[in-house]
């Protein structure tokens, strides 16, 4: 029985790629890692992961080809071959990211004082532009947001843990192909485990690093990306009815967001961190209300990084 695999979605970043291989032997003690190479044509994750093969890697590690496009398909072909090894734990990380020493080390070590179903950990995002700081601050969710401990909710699989229990008791597919281009199938995951009672816990010193390409380090990237959370949580809402939500109550919501919004636009524009706060909620309640209305973003036809 092998106690974690290391699952790796890749699409057309060879170069992070090689980056976070590189860097996980230091991260990941004992653990087996499997890469998802989700792009059929040029096959370059899957041409990065011989390479590391060839040369001799300390753990072991194995490519899958996931040709049907998009990430719900890849998480989901990477939990099916995860099982196979029949782990204890299942970790996910991304191809953009890289973790530091001791990071599965410190998700087990909180796992086992919480006995928690998933634990997550900070994202701390590096720009490769320069961005005003008010940007940095609202797209880096890095240490110290959060105590270390028992959480509400987990919401995405950049840095996570999980019992892979949750995957051997929950039907196939895991991650809903419907929202496979929309991104937000990890966070539609998430909820369902939720909903049936699954515990949640956070480690504040499982870090791990992403790269922002220049293509991210700009406000209408940023808006845009606001846009699409806005637009996948309501597809997320009306599809599982979390306690909580109704037409009431997100009709509420909606309105304090926009009045909030407005008034950080026509009070305080002059204040550059105020002006961006409005906007970007601005985006997210016109993101909600297009999924209201039947519009589902693809914010995956693009890919960012290299």
């Known amino acids: 029985m092998t106690e974690v695999v290391v699952a790796i979605p890749t699409f057309r970043r060879p170069r992070s790629l090689a980056l976070l291989l590189e860097r996980l032997p230091g991260a990941v003690p004992g653990a087996a890692i499997v890469v998802a190479d989700n792009d059929g044509e040029r096959c370059e994750g899957a041409a990065v992961v ?3 093969q060839k040369r001799g890697y300390p753990h072991p590690l194995e490519v899958i080809n996931v040709t049907e496009r998009g990430i719900a398909h890849a998480r ?16 996910m990380i991304d191809d953009d990211e890289r973790p530091l020493d001791g990071w599965l080390e410190t998700l087990l070590e909180v796992q086992a004082s919480t006995r928690s179903h998933v634990v997550g950990g900070p994202v701390v995002r590096k720009f490769e532009a320069p961005v005003p700081k008010h940007l940095e601050n609202a797209n880096n969710y890095g240490p110290g947001r959060c105590k270390t401990g028992v959480v509400e909710l987990i919401d995405a699989t950049s840095n996570v843990l999980f019992d892979a229990d949750v995957f051997r008791e929950t039907p196939a597919p895991w991650f809903d192909p ?24 956070w480690a504040d010193d499982a870090r791990v690093e992403e790269t922002m390409p220049t293509s991210r380090c700009s406000t209408r990237w940023a808006l845009q990306r606001a846009f699409s959370a806005g637009n996948s949580d309501m597809l997320i809402n009306l599809k599982r009815h979390p306690p909580g939500f109704g037409v009431a109550s997100e009709s509420a919501k909606l309105a304090g967001a926009f009045g909030f919004a ?6 305080l524009p002059f204040i550059p961190s105020r002006r961006y706060d409005g906007l970007r909620l601005m985006a ?9 209305m039947g519009h589902r973003h693809l914010e995956y036809l693009t890919t960012h990084g290299s």
Not at 185 to 190: G, I, L, R, Y
Not at 284 to 292: F, P, Q
């Open 284 to 292: 997210r309640v016109i993101g909600k209300l297009s999924a209201v």
């Open 262 to 267: 407005m008034l950080n636009l026509v009070l």
């Open 50 to 52: 011989q390479g590391f």
């Open 76 to 91: 989901n072909a990477l939990v099916a071959r995860a099982l196979s090894a029949d782990p204890r734990f299942i970790a």
């Open 178 to 201: 419907f929202f496979t281009l929309t991104g937000g199938e990890d966070k539609d995951f998430m909820t369902g485990l939720l909903l049936q009672g699954r515990k949640f816990a």
